[in-house]
């Protein structure tokens, strides 16, 4: 079977959707651009299916690899054989084909190697039969020792019991020895689950508490059955074993086969949770850079602080740093009447349209305070997760040379309100704060499903040319950082970009780079009014056609509530598949619309600030900060998330937590109870709809 069947089987794709996608890989073309420009090559497919494709031709790929490492080692030792390299093609997973290879596998040493070497084989093939054996007591352990380790090396009972471990296994939790009687992981401990039943973020809070040596862990599971398995697949249906050959399958459980597949079946476990916490950490990313932008206004951002004061800055609508300063209205200096004036004063002279504030320490009191001022302008909470990391960041360095820590932290406030996505996206994702145990995960499988979220959240919202940074037009398909480095310079020297096609003159962006960039890349009041929209521009001469045959001009066109009937007659002349057709009409009716929702203003409760003031059954406004598999964390303004248990979100079943709620949402919830001791707080959204 080729690449592109064994794919397109795995996914239940068609091969001709799967052949024109690696064909499309293969020559450099990125997943944003052939989800958005290649749909009526690929049959449509969209970005996650593009991605499932990217993935698995490079799990078919390595398997291919090992194919081939293991067909020269058969070869180099002797073992090569027609029908074991026909066998080796066969196997459809890595598994299969290492169970396949084990006994050929050059090994050390072993117990059962030093028994063939004293001539015991025969012996051992004797026990295999389930004859009653004669001989030293050397000569008798020798032979068990030879039918352990086969046994242990057959494939067929390998996978049985495997499956025993995966789908039956019970891990059992202890408390580790020479570990604390109180540690983080107390509450685990001899709490004994069925390993196939356990919830991904139980199974990597226990297997953290391993690591950290607070509680040991065993896989356990009916050796008595396990032993019959063994018997049923190695032997004619039947055999009733001797004592001796029951000693082998014993021992090949217990010593060979046990510590090896539950080793197996732990981290098959580990990696489907670590594969459930990498994809909410993933979809909580995307909602997080999809939230809501404030728009271009002129605003006021505030990093809260006590001793050292709250640092404001000044930002315009484009997020331009105009003035900064500090102001004490808290404890313990409390200068209140100089820091309203300069309030005032700033809000006044620059016109500005709202007041973002960071929600950290001092956070609440600072807002308050702000909206006891009554400025007339809404005064906004901001998740300042992350802020620090950049203001110490090389990006932030680079933009702001001349300025300290706390002006860029405020920068960043500020910024995020204006634009969460064009900000964020200079974050590391892992330090936005959104992620379940991600220090637990395969770190580069982490990376790659990240980068894949920022990338697809760019390309699907856009980017001003004339206005985007660096960092996130590293971002765009067909670009990289030095590209986008060079973009920014071509504008700074030359002044804005007037048409797309000016991208061609920027130093080392050539045809294949414009091509995959171009689409996603918006100027506004340029040359072309397509150039504002995400028709691409091999494109324009099917709009310009369609034009000239309405006998109008092209940006005329732009928001004719007709374009569907204009086009339906004109179809064969537009030499243009349906579904682009329809794709270019949708963006002429809106051209470069936004997809993400509009913004609404968020207010906590100003009596609430801390979690005294909290109390059972209160009503309170939240915003969603971050969602797990096991329920969602909102912030109602007192500086430490409650959690609302998923079997709290909603008022019918819920199995999936982001099928309701999503990061940055507006909710209400109940107050169900408060651990001051513990931090903890239990809400109830299901109470208030």
């Known amino acids: 079977m080729n690449m592109v069947s064994a794919v397109a089987q795995r996914l239940s794709l068609s091969e001709r959707s799967v052949g024109s996608v690696f064909e499309l890989l293969d020559q450099e073309h990125t997943i944003p651009f052939i989800a958005r420009y290649r749909k009526e090559i690929t049959g449509n497919l969209d970005e996650v299916v593009l991605l499932a494709i990217r993935d698995e031709r490079e799990r078919v790929h390595d398997l291919e690899k090992r194919r081939v490492a293991v067909l020269e080692s058969l070869k180099e030792n002797g073992h090569w054989s027609l029908d074991r390299e026909k066998q080796v093609f066969s196997f459809s997973t890595l598994t299969a084909l290492e169970d396949f290879f084990l006994p050929f596998r050059p090994k050390r040493k072993t117990r059962a ?118 018997l049923a697949v190695a032997f004619p249906r039947g055999t009733n074993p001797n004592s001796l050959l029951e000693s082998a399958i014993k021992d090949s459980l217990k010593r060979l086969l046990g510590p090896s597949l539950e080793n197996e079946a732990l981290k098959e476990a580990r990696s489907r949770a670590e594969s459930g916490a990498i994809h909410i950490f993933a979809e909580n990313l995307r909602q997080l850079l999809l939230s809501a932008p404030l728009g271009q206004k002129a605003l006021l951002a505030v990093d809260p602080g006590l001793r050292t004061g709250c640092k404001v800055v000044v930002l315009s609508a484009q997020g331009t740093l105009l003035d900064h300063g500090v102001i004490y209205p808290l404890e313990p200096h409390k200068k209140t009447q100089e820091a ?29 305070w702000l909206r006891s001022l009554n400025l007339g302008i809404p005064v906004l909470s901001v998740n300042e997760s992350g802020a620090s990391v950049y203001s110490a960041s090389e990006v932030a360095r680079e933009e702001f040379p001349d300025y300290d820590l706390t002006v860029r932290g405020a920068v960043s406030i500020g910024r995020r309100l204006l634009d969460p996505l064009n900000e964020l996206v200079k974050i590391d994702p892992k330090s936005i704060g959104v992620g379940q145990y991600q220090h637990d995960v395969d770190q580069k499988e982490l990376k790659k499903s990240l980068d894949d979220v920022v990338v697809s959240c760019v390309n699907r919202v856009g980017v001003d040319l004339n206005t985007a940074t660096k960092p996130i037009l590293t971002y765009i398909a067909g670009l990289n950082g030095r590209l986008a480095a060079s973009i920014v310079a071509h504008r700074t020297k030359h002044g804005p970009y007037r048409r797309r096609t000016d991208l061609l003159e920027v130093k080392g962006l050539g045809p294949k780079a414009f091509e995959q960039a171009a689409g996603f890349l918006r100027i506004h009041d340029g040359e072309n009014p397509l150039d504002a929209s995400a028709v691409h521009p091999e ?6 056609k369609l034009a000239k045959n309405a006998h109008c001009s092209v940006k005329d066109l732009i928001g004719r509530k007709d374009l569907a009937s204009l086009a339906g007659g004109q179809k064969t002349n537009l030499e243009v598949g349906d579904v682009t057709l329809h794709d270019i009409l949708k963006e002429l009716e809106k051209p470069g619309r936004d997809p993400r929702p509009a913004f609404e203003v968020v207010t906590f409760d100003d009596l609430i600030k801390t979690m005294d003031d909290l109390h059972e059954g209160q009503i309170l406004n939240g915003i969603v900060t971050n969602v797990t598999d096991f329920g969602a964390f909102v912030d109602i303004g007192v500086h430490q998330d409650g959690l609302v248990h998923v079997s709290q979100l909603a008022t019918t079943f819920v199995k999936n937590a982001m099928d309701v709620v999503k990061p940055g949402q507006t909710v209400k919830v109940m107050v169900l109870s408060v651990d001051k001791a513990k931090k903890r707080i239990s809400l109830s959204r299901k109470a208030c709809l």
């Open 113 to 230: 190697s030093v028994a063939l070497e004293k001539g015991y084989g025969p012996l051992a093939d004797q026990l295999w039969q389930n004859q009653k054996l004669e001989g030293s007591e050397e000569a008798l352990s020798g032979a068990c020792d030879i039918v352990a380790e086969r046994l242990a090396e057959t494939a067929a009972v390998r996978q049985v019991i495997r499956s025993r471990y995966i789908g039956q296994g019970v891990l059992v939790v202890s408390q580790a020895r020479g570990a604390a009687k109180e540690h983080p992981f107390r509450e685990h401990v001899d709490k004994n689950e069925q390993l196939s039943l356990m919830p991904g973020h139980r199974l990597l809070a226990v297997l953290r508490g391993e690591s950290e040596k607070h509680l040991s862990l065993s896989l356990e599971i009916n050796d008595s059955a396990a032993q019959l398995d063994i």
């Open 340 to 368: 309203e004036h300069l309030v005032r004063e700033a809000v006044k002279r620059y016109n500005l349209s709202a007041v973002a504030v960071g929600n950290g320490t001092g956070g609440r009191e600072s807002e308050s």
């Open 539 to 544: 494109s324009y001469p099917v709009v310009e």
